[in-house]
C-alpha cells in the first residue's frame, strides 16, 4: 500500500473514532436539551394553569360536589392536564416523570409533570404531560442533521488530506522512488539534488546519493582487485604450465614421472577454468558487457553445433537445430549468449546417454521468447532441481568431473539480459531447459 493511502487510512480510523465519540455526545447533548426544553414548556404550562386557578377558582375545572377528578387531552393526544383530589404528598410538590398512558385504545409515552397545590383546605395533585413522540421526532431530526454534518466533514476531509499527502509526498514519488527503481548501475545513477522545501526528503536524496557514490567505489575497487587477482593467479599457473611443458619434451623422464606431471597440467588447467569462469561471472554480475547486438538464434545455435559436434559424435549423441524462420534477438550480448547456450548444451550431452539426442529449439507465449534445450539424458531428481544452479555444486553421477560453475554462469547471463531460466527433469527420462527471454 502506498504511503500516502497508508497516511489517509490512518487519519480516517481516528476522524472514525473522533465522529463515534462525537455521536455519542450530540446524541446525549440532545437528549438533555430536549428534555430540558420539554421540563420548561411543561413548567409554563403549570404557571399558566394555577394562574387560570387562582383568578376563577378550581371549580373551572372540577365540580367538587359531582366529580373528583379532571382531564383533558387535546386533539392530537400530544398534550393533556390533569387534576385529582385527595393527593398523595404536600402542598407545593414538584416532581417530573416519564409514563405511558393508554387513551382510546392508544398507548403514548409521556413526560408529566407532577404538582400538588392546595385550594380551600382541600390538596389537589395537577398533572400536566407532554407527548415524548414529539421529543423523539425533534431528537431524530436534529441526531440526523448532526450525523449528516459529520459525515459531509469527514468526507471532505479525507479528499483534502488525500490532497495534502499527494502534494506532500510529490518529491518522494515523483523524483526519489523513480530514481532508485529504475537505477542498475551506479555508474549511470543520477545523482541530481533534490528541489524541496521538505527538509527529510532533500536530506534523504542526499543520503541516497552519498550511499551509491559509496556503492560505485566499492564495485571499481572489486572490478580493479579481480583483475589483479585473476592476473596474478594466471601468471604463476602459465609458468608452472609451461615448465611442465618443457620437461616433457625436453627431459627422458620415466613413465610414472610423465603420469605425475600430466595429472598437475590437468589440475593446473582445471584452476585455469575456474578463474576463467569466475572472473566470467564478476564481470556480468558488475554490468561490464555491453548489451547493444543483434543475434539470429538459428545461425548462433549452427555455430554452437558445429564446435561441440565431435564431442557429440564421440558419445553417440545426435544434436538437431530446430530454429525455424528468421528468430532475432536484440539488445543482447552475443559473446555471452553463445557461452549461456553452449554451456546448456554441453551439460545435455555430458549427461546423457549412449544413442541419445539434444534438441535446441524456439517457443513464444504472450510476454517472452523461450529457447528450450532438451535431452532425454540421465535426467535430474526433483530435489536437486533448486541445487542446479549453485555455485560449486556438483549432482553426484558417474560422469566426468566438472567445476559446478558452467549453470551458475548461464543463470548470471540470463539475469544480465533480464531473462529467467527454468527447467523440468525426470529421473531417467531427460531434462528441459526453457531460457525465457523478454519479447
Same mark, same amino acid.
Given at each position: 500500500?502506498?504511503?500516502?493511502?497508508?497516511?489517509?487510512?490512518?487519519?480516517?480510523?481516528? /476522524?472514525?473514532?473522533?465522529?463515534?465519540?462525537?455521536?455519542?455526545?450530540?446524541?446525549?447533548?440532545?437528549?438533555?436539551?430536549?428534555?430540558?426544553?420539554?421540563?420548561?414548556?411543561?413548567?409554563?404550562?403549570?404557571?399558566?394553569?394555577?394562574?387560570?386557578?387562582?383568578?376563577?377558582?378550581?371549580?373551572?375545572?372540577?365540580?367538587?360536589? /359531582?366529580?373528583?377528578?379532571?382531564?383533558?387531552?387535546?386533539?392530537?393526544?400530544?398534550? $393533556?392536564?390533569?387534576?385529582?383530589?385527595?393527593?398523595?404528598?404536600?402542598? +407545593?410538590?414538584?416532581?417530573?416523570?416519564?409514563?405511558?398512558?393508554?387513551?382510546?385504545?392508544?398507548?403514548?409515552?409521556?413526560?408529566?409533570?407532577?404538582?400538588?397545590? +392546595?385550594?380551600?383546605?382541600?390538596?389537589?395533585?395537577?398533572?400536566?404531560?407532554?407527548n415524548m413522540q414529539m421529543i423523539y421526532n425533534l431528537d431524530k431530526t436534529l441526531k440526523n442533521i448532526s450525523i449528516t454534518i459529520i459525515l459531509i466533514?469527514?468526507?471532505?476531509?479525507?479528499?483534502?488530506?488525500?490532497?495534502?499527502? /499527494?502534494?506532500?509526498?510529490?518529491?518522494?514519488?515523483?523524483?526519489?522512488?523513480? /530514481?532508485?527503481?529504475?537505477?542498475?548501475?551506479?555508474?549511470?545513477?543520477?545523482?541530481?539534488?533534490?528541489?524541496?522545501?521538505?527538509?527529510?526528503?532533500?536530506?534523504?536524496?542526499?543520503?541516497?546519493?552519498?550511499?551509491?557514490?559509496?556503492?560505485?567505489?566499492?564495485?571499481?575497487?572489486?572490478?580493479? $582487485?579481480?583483475?589483479?587477482?585473476?592476473?596474478?593467479?594466471?601468471?604463476?599457473?602459465?609458468?608452472?604450465?609451461?615448465?611442465?611443458?618443457?620437461?616433457?619434451?625436453?627431459?627422458?623422464?620415466?613413465?610414472?614421472?610423465?603420469?605425475?606431471?600430466?595429472?598437475?597440467?590437468?589440475?593446473?588447467?582445471?584452476?585455469?577454468?575456474?578463474?576463467?569462469?569466475?572472473?566470467?561471472?564478476?564481470?556480468?554480475?558488475?554490468?561490464?558487457?555491453?548489451?547493444?547486438?543483434?543475434?539470429?538464434?538459428?545461425?548462433?545455435?549452427?555455430?554452437?553445433?558445429?564446435?561441440?559436434?565431435?564431442?557429440?559424435?564421440?558419445?553417440?549423441?545426435?544434436?538437431?537445430?530446430?530454429?525455424?524462420?528468421?528468430?532475432?534477438?536484440?539488445?543482447?550480448?552475443?559473446?555471452?549468449?553463445?557461452?549461456?547456450?553452449?554451456?546448456?548444451?554441453?551439460?545435455?550431452?555430458?549427461?546423457?546417454?549412449?544413442?541419445?539426442?539434444?534438441?535446441?529449439?524456439?517457443?513464444?507465449?504472450?510476454?517472452?521468447?523461450?529457447?528450450?534445450?532438451?535431452?532425454?539424458?540421465?535426467?535430474?531428481?526433483?530435489?536437486?532441481?533448486?541445487?542446479?544452479?549453485?555455485?560449486?555444486?556438483?549432482? +553426484?553421477?558417474?560422469? +566426468?568431473?566438472?567445476?559446478?560453475?558452467?549453470?551458475?554462469?548461464?543463470?548470471?547471463?540470463?539475469?544480465?539480459?533480464?531473462?529467467?531460466?527454468?527447467?523440468?527433469?525426470?529421473?531417467?527420462?531427460?531434462?528441459?531447459?526453457?531460457?525465457?527471454?523478454?519479447?
Open positions: 500500500m502506498r504511503l500516502e493511502l497508508k497516511l489517509v487510512l490512518i487519519g480516517a480510523i481516528s /476522524k472514525i473514532v473522533i465522529f463515534l465519540i462525537l455521536v455519542m455526545l450530540v446524541q446525549q447533548t440532545i437528549d438533555s436539551l430536549a428534555i430540558r426544553h420539554t421540563d420548561r414548556d411543561l413548567l409554563k404550562m403549570k404557571e399558566k394553569t394555577m394562574s387560570t386557578v387562582r383568578k376563577i377558582g378550581i371549580k373551572s375545572y372540577l365540580n367538587a360536589e /359531582k366529580d373528583s377528578a379532571f382531564a383533558s387531552y387535546n386533539i392530537l393526544k400530544d398534550e $393533556f392536564i390533569s387534576i385529582t383530589l385527595d393527593a398523595d404528598g404536600k402542598a +407545593e410538590d414538584l416532581s417530573f416523570s416519564q409514563d405511558a398512558r393508554i387513551i382510546e385504545e392508544e398507548e403514548f409515552d409521556y413526560r408529566i409533570l407532577n404538582f400538588n397545590f +392546595e385550594v380551600d383546605h382541600q390538596l389537589y395533585s395537577l398533572e400536566i404531560g407532554k466533514v469527514l468526507f471532505v476531509t479525507i479528499i483534502f488530506d488525500l490532497g495534502i499527502y /499527494k502534494y506532500l509526498l510529490h518529491p518522494l514519488n515523483q523524483m526519489i522512488l523513480p /530514481k532508485l527503481k529504475t537505477v542498475d548501475n551506479p555508474e549511470t545513477f543520477s545523482y541530481t539534488e533534490l528541489d524541496s522545501s521538505t527538509s527529510d526528503f532533500v536530506y534523504l536524496n542526499t543520503t541516497i546519493n552519498e550511499l551509491m557514490h559509496k556503492v560505485n567505489d566499492i564495485l571499481k575497487n572489486q572490478r580493479k $582487485f579481480i583483475g589483479d587477482v585473476s592476473h596474478e593467479l594466471f601468471t604463476p599457473i602459465s609458468v608452472m604450465q609451461s615448465k611442465l611443458d618443457n620437461l616433457l619434451v625436453e627431459a627422458k623422464l620415466p613413465a610414472k614421472t610423465v603420469s605425475l606431471i600430466l595429472d598437475q597440467q590437468k589440475h593446473l588447467l582445471r584452476i585455469q577454468h575456474i578463474i576463467k569462469a569466475l572472473l566470467l561471472i564478476s564481470r556480468i554480475e558488475n554490468d561490464q558487457y555491453a548489451k547493444v547486438e543483434s543475434i539470429h538464434l538459428k545461425e548462433l545455435v549452427e555455430e554452437i553445433i558445429s564446435n561441440i559436434e565431435e564431442r557429440a559424435i564421440m558419445s553417440n549423441i545426435s544434436i538437431e537445430n530446430g530454429m525455424e524462420g528468421d528468430i532475432t534477438l536484440s539488445q543482447v550480448n552475443k559473446y555471452l549468449i553463445y557461452i549461456l547456450l553452449f554451456n546448456l548444451v554441453s551439460n545435455a550431452i555430458k549427461y546423457n546417454k549412449e544413442g541419445g539426442f539434444v534438441k535446441i529449439s524456439c517457443e513464444r507465449d504472450e510476454h517472452s521468447l523461450v529457447v528450450v534445450v532438451e535431452d532425454n539424458g540421465i535426467g535430474i531428481e526433483s530435489e536437486n532441481l533448486d541445487l542446479i544452479f549453485t555455485r560449486f555444486k556438483r549432482i +553426484e553421477t558417474n560422469k +566426468e568431473e566438472g567445476q559446478g560453475l558452467g549453470l551458475a554462469i548461464a543463470r548470471s547471463i540470463a539475469a544480465f539480459h533480464e531473462a529467467r531460466i527454468e527447467v523440468d527433469s525426470a529421473l531417467g527420462e531427460g531434462s528441459r531447459f526453457k531460457v525465457y527471454f523478454p519479447a
